[in-house]
């Protein structure tokens, strides 16, 4: 109990500017660590040739679905879970952390023998032509077998996070992103296994990062508990985890379904162009990820803090998270926008793949200062319980906007409308979260009830 005490203590009074910092650090590395792997295994399939290289684009997709029913779990449940926390509520907290758990793991068994048993239609679903299958395949087997790990870490990683102890799930995610480029390097350098290698580098590293972030679990490292006694398979229950997860699972399913579109549009314009935009995705997903490792490190604030019924702590953390992702995703795009070429050719040294892919980086590189705002909106209203807020604004970036510009832009422009559609969906997304942010702030307390020793009754 007195764990539990310390660590409410923390998250409610601490403050705010440096719990966000204490929070977001380790988060940051885990995102950068995640990415740096990704972009690892685009390296070393980028030196087979550019088939082979464009295979990491149309498999992302494989990717972006198992990731988008992990976070669903994941974050649906650790959501709930901080501001049961939050509420000084620990037996509904572990009974949430349970049950995500173990129906992530279902899942991810399911998916992995749906994948393979229909692994051909499915590359050529993602936007695989002739040339790119065979390598596009024997990858996303890879990727398929490890599928419950996926998942089911997604869940742990979360629920880590949003009990404030995101150092533990960084040492999990950092060992799992370290060993995959070992193996990577080792699997394809050395053994010279091509991009079977890279795919089982994937698989194995999935399951040594699976394995240390239970390991917190059963070393009790943790305010709940995994054990199969707590789960509670009751519909409210699941309901309540799957509804609070949406907007986790509209982001990484249209995530997915965006990246079929656009590998299907770029593959009018050859293996280059599909091989392109693959790169200049993991590159500024890298970028990204500055950005949603902060916004993951205020995602604890937010809910423990709305439970507890300390809104003006939830302001502080909103405005504070924006200005630090926004300070730091500017030191690192500038220093891509200078090197833009230099960086895609480092993965794929193809004049063709360069040309196509420049423009299409600097685009990005420019909108991405949309990010941070839409990306605070996003973690907030999943963190505190706004559900339709949430999947709505998360849905637009990946697919309700992005979708449609990429279908009238390819139109009216071709290669050049592919290049910059990403883009101009930043732009965009980010104009819509204005009325919901404002609304939410002008609705919120200005003062907190205990404070002001009043009952709470804002109704936001």
């Not at 923390?10 to 590395?29: D, N, R």
């Not at 494989?62 to 501001?83: K, N, P, Y």
């Not at 439970?307 to 891509?336: D, M, Q």
């Not at 979708?403 to 390819?410: A, D, E, G, H, K």
């Amino acid at each position: 109990m007195g764990k539990y005490k310390s660590q409410f203590e923390k998250m409610t009074q601490k403050p705010v500017p440096l719990l966000i910092l204490q929070l977001a650090l380790p988060t940051t590395v885990s995102m950068f660590v995640t990415s740096i792997y990704n972009m690892a295994d685009s390296y070393f399939v980028g030196k087979i040739n550019t088939s082979a290289s464009g295979a990491t684009g149309v498999v992302l997709g494989v990717m972006a679905i198992l990731q988008a029913i992990g976070f669903m779990f994941g974050h649906g449940s650790g959501s709930i879970i901080s501001r049961k926390l939050g509420e000084k509520d620990v037996e509904s907290a572990t009974e949430y952390a349970a049950t995500g758990f173990w129906s992530a793991l279902f899942s991810g068994f399911v998916l992995m023998l749906l994948g393979i048993t229909f692994i051909n239609p499915l590359m050529r679903l993602f936007g695989s032509t002739d040339t790119i299958l065979p390598y596009a395949r024997t990858y996303a087997l890879c990727i398929l077998v490890a599928a419950p790990a996926l998942v089911s870490s997604c869940v742990m990683n979360n629920i880590l996070r949003y009990e404030g102890r995101a150092v533990f799930a960084m040492i999990g995610l950092t060992s799992g992103g370290l060993l995959n480029i070992f193996l990577d390097a080792y699997f394809m350098r050395v053994l010279d296994m091509g991009i079977f290698g890279a795919g089982l580098a994937t698989a194995i590293s999935q399951y040594v990062s699976w394995g240390l972030l239970l390991l917190m679990f059963l070393l009790r490292k943790t305010q709940t508990s995994l054990k199969f006694k707590h789960v509670k398979f009751k519909a409210s229950i699941i309901f309540n985890i799957i509804t609070t997860g949406l907007p986790s699972l509209a982001r990484q399913g249209l995530a997915s379904l965006s990246t079929s579109f656009l590998n299907n549009a770029a593959g009018v314009y050859g293996d280059a162009a599909i091989a392109a935009m693959s790169i200049v995705n993991r590159i500024s997903m890298f970028i990204f990820s500055a950005v949603l490792g902060i916004g993951q490190g205020f995602q604890p604030i937010a809910g423990f803090n709305f439970g507890a019924k300390k809104y003006s702590r939830v302001r502080k953390a909103f405005f504070c998270t924006l200005i630090f992702g926004t300070a730091i995703l500017a030191c690192v795009t500038v220093i891509v926008l200078k090197n833009a070429g230099w960086l895609i050719s480092v993965f794929r040294d193809d004049p063709e793949v360069i040309k196509i892919g420049v423009p299409a980086m600097i685009a990005q590189c420019i909108a991405l200062f949309f990010v941070p705002f839409q990306v605070c909106n996003n973690m907030l209203f999943q963190s505190i319980g706004y559900k339709f807020n949430a999947t709505f604004l998360s849905a637009l970036r990946s697919g309700l906007i992005f979708i449609p510009v990429l279908l009238i832009f390819s139109r009216l422009w071709g290669l050049n409308g592919i290049q910059i559609a990403q883009a101009v969906a930043d732009v965009l997304t980010t104009i819509a979260c204005v009325p919901f942010c404002v609304s939410f702030f002008v609705k919120l307390p200005k003062t907190d009830p205990a404070d002001s020793g009043v009952p709470d009754e804002s109704g936001v």
